[in-house]
């Protein structure tokens, strides 16, 4: 059962809607976009020809990051089957997609001012970003204990600023399965069809979307982002900007409910009505939370709207697009209110348009 509402422990939103937990489906032990791969490509082309998967989505540019200055070649990770299959890690499209997803450089500070050191010793600053700068690539593991320490503002900063690459890092491989789903169903229209090895991975694709391909129009309406700036705003307001009891001891950000079963992880709570699911690290509750908004009937209206901006030729922004929200949490309309509140007063609808760094 999927998770559907969720408040986290701040005492100005105490209220709550128990309704189940987000479920993450193991990989299969086939390893079908490996095998798609290892069949229709060779090394990638010398030519500047991008492959025709990447003309599909309109927010192409999200997949274009920005190289700092380096002296020596970036290095291109390993890929495993798990950086394909199941509900994390990346996917690897056709042709040159794999050398674009960016990895990030996870770090676990211990305290506020180690985690702001971070950032600092990188140039890592919002402002810039607002500008245009590209996002280095830093993926926080776990929310500093003492974050509360910190006056509101510096607080808000801190939290919005390790937040940002995470959600873009999420929004990435999204766009990625997205493209590599459009170029499927582009190619099911051939005379040639696709091949057994591609089912399987459309598939396995609608199986975590918690849909069919009989019908790969809803399919491509799930497979899509979420802005950053609707992200962050929710996980402030839920998590009390990563100060809440669930945020510290769980990375519950996001406020997601676990009403039965077993943790996945180890906490001091207990699964139940209004009890908050905890995650292992900061990336796998982004994770839970793009795939809950992405698959949840509750949620139609928001992917409907964003399928229309798309349609449209519009930028997808999260001021917009929370208005769809209005189920994610029982105070309804208010809530929605309150969410375009703190995206206003944050500056936040301008890291809708942030893009990750590669070092």
């Given amino acids: 059962m999927q998770s559907i509402r969720h408040f986290a422990f701040p005492a100005a939103w105490a209220a709550v809607l128990a309704t189940g937990i987000g479920i993450y489906r193991p990989a299969s032990p086939v390893d079908a976009t490996a095998l798609i791969l290892s069949a229709r490509l060779g090394p990638p082309a010398e030519t500047a020809e991008p492959p025709c998967f990447l003309s599909k989505t309109t927010v192409a540019q999200q997949l274009t990051f920005v190289s700092h200055d380096q002296t020596a070649p970036e290095e291109i990770a390993p890929v495993t ?3 394909f299959l199941g509900g994390h890690g990346r996917f690897a499209a056709p042709g040159n997609a794999v050398r674009r997803q960016v990895q990030l450089r996870q770090i676990n500070p211990r305290t506020a001012d180690e985690l702001a050191g971070f950032f ?5 600053d919002l402002g810039n970003v ?3 700068e590209a996002v280095p690539p830093l993926k926080l593991q776990k929310v500093p204990d003492d ?3 910190k006056d509101g503002a510096a607080r808000k900063v801190l939290f919005i600023t390790a937040l940002l690459p995470v959600i873009l890092d999420v ?7 997205r493209d590599q789903l459009l170029y499927l169903r582009d190619k099911l229209g051939s005379a040639d069809g696709i091949s057994p090895i591609e089912r399987i991975w459309l598939e396995q694709l609608a199986d975590r979307y918690d849909t069919s391909i009989d019908n790969l129009d809803e399919l491509v309406r799930r497979v899509d982002i979420v802005p950053p700036s609707m992200a962050i705003a929710q996980s402030g307001i839920e998590s009390g900007w990563g100060t809440s009891f669930a945020a510290r001891n769980g990375n519950a950000l996001f406020g997601q409910i676990q009403a039965g079963g077993q943790h996945a992880v180890s906490v001091s709570w207990k699964p139940g009505a209004n009890m ?3 995650f292992a690290n900061v990336g796998e509750a982004a994770d839970a939370y793009v795939v809950n908004l992405n698959s949840h009937a509750a949620y139609a209206a928001f992917r409907a709207e964003r399928e229309a901006m798309r349609k ?3 930028a997808l922004e999260g001021y917009r697009l929370v208005g769809q929200l209005a189920r994610y949490s029982e105070l309804g309309q208010s809530y929605v209110q309150f969410v375009r509140q703190m995206i206003r007063e944050n500056d936040l609808g301008a890291l809708d348009k942030a893009k990750l760094s590669s070092f």
Wanted: glycine share 8%; proline share 7%; charged share 25%.
């Fill in 120 to 124: 600092q010793s990188v140039s890592y």
């Fill in 312 to 314: 449209r030729g519009e």
């Fill in 130 to 132: 607002r500008q245009g």
């Fill in 171 to 177: 929004n990435q491989r999204v766009l990625a399965e």
């Fill in 276 to 278: 908050p699911q905890p």
């Fill in 147 to 149: 974050l509360a320490a």
């Fill in 81 to 83: 089957s798990r950086d």
